[in-house]
């Protein structure tokens, strides 16, 4: 039993998601993993480093450059004949591309996995994560994204595997793409991070996130959002903490002007310790905060910076 | 069903295909709308582990599918859009989600009967059979439905159709037989040109949904809704996951409360030892 882990990759480094994703695939039995893109030979020296790989496959083509579903599930579909198990992180491009590889093995995907019971069975949340349902598949093949924050990623380092070259294959070319506008940040990525600041509703509008600023800097945290803030168009997408944003479980998590809907709890109660500033006190974010202070943000914001500062 | 209560009127200005300057032919577009627990609802896990309870619950249209029938109406408003034909599949009821499309503007419903837990596949393979009679020139989907968050369909039905897709759309352009699409990635945002037909499915920038008018849900009810079984279709819809269990996610615990920036500081690096 071996399992295929496509990897995020940027810029020669594998995304910590990716690693998670290895961990858990490791729970199955054997793991490869497949590096594709355009150029990206230090991607998959990196990847043959990861504790637990076995074996990593190198699909370096121009079609592959921006990770389009269609030629990229169209590798996956032609290299799943050697696996049992097809895996990813859940990321935008996990998201995108396994549910098409799924469907074309006849295969129902087994999304967002947070436990590996058996080869089968795995456990998963449903409703923002108010319950999670342990499912059993049928099928042959075995199509999974893995939810980051529940599986520890594997180093960086320690591993030795071969890497070996992707059969060539025929593309689709129905799609075609054409820019990416990404967030410019010196800041860890949200889902990397090991403190998290985020804003709600209670920031009253996007200047007013850069109060969060000394701090995130300070702690070397990321800044997130909750969905009402990014729904207020305080700041963009990208930032979303919650079910239909990204799902984090930082060492330290600080929820500022946040009521905490349970959309928002779905995306960050697995954080180790949390923090709530609120002036609300019955705010429900309080109901699942290690630590809570019931204060006007606007106080407590540079109050909280000074004291980081004088640390 | 939701109406503002304030009669707000459609621009629904309906205009031969002939003359429209921006659709390539006449063009319609597909909407697969899912009935779900309503947005609002704290759900709750059966004692029995069977599932979350839904026995008078309040049920709505998935929220992404509200986005997905509002970026249609929208397109045929424009004129890039001539027909709107919304679906849904599950239990009888879904008749319901359907005339909330209708009621903001789609023209007719297809209710695909079945009292079967339809899975993803299943659905992609039924939506499958419809594009193939339909012949859409584009199908816009949720980019998940919040009950089982697979976020799944959209991207399987484009598997199945051999067609593009564009996931997490938070911007639509058609342009002739192509469409530009601006799409919710990790990092930011990505614009990838797909050929039609194609499938989008909607994240939450998209648009904001129209509230249905009373005249609107009034004119709806008079709006055909074929009905039909997955046996119809071909489609055998068997369940290929089976639940072993729902469960309660492990519960947090409410911590202390601290009275001033000073002692939350003192208690992150002394208690929690995490800053």
Redesign the interface.
């Known amino acids: 039993m071996t399992a295929l882990v496509l990897i995020d990759h940027e810029g020669g480094l594998i995304k910590q998601p990716s690693r998670s994703a290895i961990a858990a695939a490791a729970q199955l039995g054997e793991v490869h993993a497949l590096v594709a893109g355009s150029g990206v030979q230090a991607a998959a020296d990196a990847a043959a480093k990861l504790p637990g790989v076995s074996k990593v496959i190198l699909a370096d083509a121009p079609a592959y450059a921006?990770n389009?579903?269609?030629p990229m599930?169209a590798l996956i579909l032609a290299l799943a004949p050697g696996y049992s198990h097809l895996m990813a992180a859940t990321?935008?491009?996990g998201?995108?591309?396994?549910?098409?590889?799924?469907?074309?093995l006849?295969?129902?995907?087994?999304?967002?996995i947070a436990g590996v019971v058996d080869a089968d069975?795995f456990v998963?949340?449903?409703?923002?994560?108010?319950?999670?349902?342990?499912?059993?598949?049928?099928?042959a093949k075995k199509v999974i994204t893995v939810r980051a924050a529940s599986f520890d990623p594997v180093a960086s380092e320690g591993g030795s595997a071969s890497i070996e070259a992707a059969p060539s294959v025929e593309s689709?070319v129905?799609?075609?793409?054409?820019?990416?506008?990404?967030?410019k940040s010196e800041r860890p990525?949200l889902?990397a991070a090991r403190?998290v600041v985020s804003g709600g509703r209670g920031m009253q509008n996007g200047e007013n996130f850069k109060l969060l600023d000394p701090i995130a800097d300070k702690?070397g945290a990321a800044v997130g959002a909750s969905?009402a803030a990014?729904?207020a168009g305080f700041v963009?997408?990208?930032y979303?903490v919650g079910?239909?944003g990204?799902i984090v479980a930082p060492?330290?998590y600080v929820a500022v002007g946040i009521s905490g809907a349970?959309?928002h709890l779905a995306g960050m109660?697995d954080s180790?310790?949390?923090?709530a500033i609120n002036k609300d006190?019955e705010a429900p974010i309080?109901?699942?905060?290690?630590?809570?202070?019931?204060?006007d943000l606007f106080q407590?914001l540079p109050?909280?910076a000074a004291?980081?500062e004088r640390? | 069903m939701r109406t503002n209560g304030r009669g707000l009127f459609l621009a629904t200005v309906e205009r031969p295909a002939l003359i429209q300057e921006t659709a390539r032919q006449p063009m319609k577009i597909l909407v697969p709308v899912k009935r779900v627990v309503d947005y609002n609802v704290k759900v709750r896990v059966k004692s029995d582990g069977t599932g979350v309870e839904t026995a008078g619950v309040k049920m709505s249209m998935n929220p992404f599918d509200e986005i997905a029938v509002e970026e249609a109406v929208r397109l045929k408003e424009k004129g890039a859009a001539t027909e709107i034909i919304a679906v849904s599949l599950g239990v009888a009821a879904c008749q319901e989600t359907i005339r909330t499309a209708l009621a903001m503007g789609a023209d007719r419903g297809i209710l695909v009967e079945s009292d079967v837990d339809l899975q993803p596949l299943a659905v992609a393979k039924m939506l499958k059979a419809i594009a193939e009679k339909e012949q859409p020139g584009l199908i816009i989907l949720g980019k998940q439905a919040i009950d089982d968050d697979m976020s799944a369909t959209g991207q399987m039905l484009a598997a199945l159709l051999g067609w593009s897709q564009g996931t997490f759309a938070s911007k639509v352009t058609i342009e002739g037989d192509s469409m530009t699409v601006i799409r919710e990635v990790d990092g930011g945002l990505e614009t990838v040109v797909l050929n039609l037909p194609a499938i989008i499915t909607t994240d939450l920038r998209l648009n904001e949904p129209r509230y249905a008018s009373l005249p609107n849900i009034m004119k709806a009810r008079k709006k055909p809704i074929d009905t039909m079984k997955p046996a119809d279709l071909g489609v055998d819809p068997t369940p290929r996951l089976t639940v072993v269990k729902v469960e309660e996610p492990a519960k947090r615990q409410a911590g202390k409360k601290v009275g001033s920036v000073a002692e939350l500081v003192e208690k992150l690096r002394n208690e929690a030892k995490v800053i």
């Open positions: 921006n389009l579903a269609e599930s990321t935008a491009i998201k995108n591309i396994m549910p098409r590889v799924a469907a074309l006849d295969s129902q995907p087994i999304s967002d069975t998963r949340p449903i409703y923002a994560g108010n319950a999670m349902a342990t499912v059993k598949s049928s099928d689709p129905v799609s075609k793409w054409i820019s990416a506008e990404l967030s990525e889902t403190v702690l969905r990014v729904d963009p997408n990208d979303q079910q239909t990204k060492d330290l349970i959309q109660k180790k310790v949390i923090v006190e309080f109901q699942v905060a290690d630590y809570g202070l019931v204060a407590a109050e909280l004291e980081l640390g």
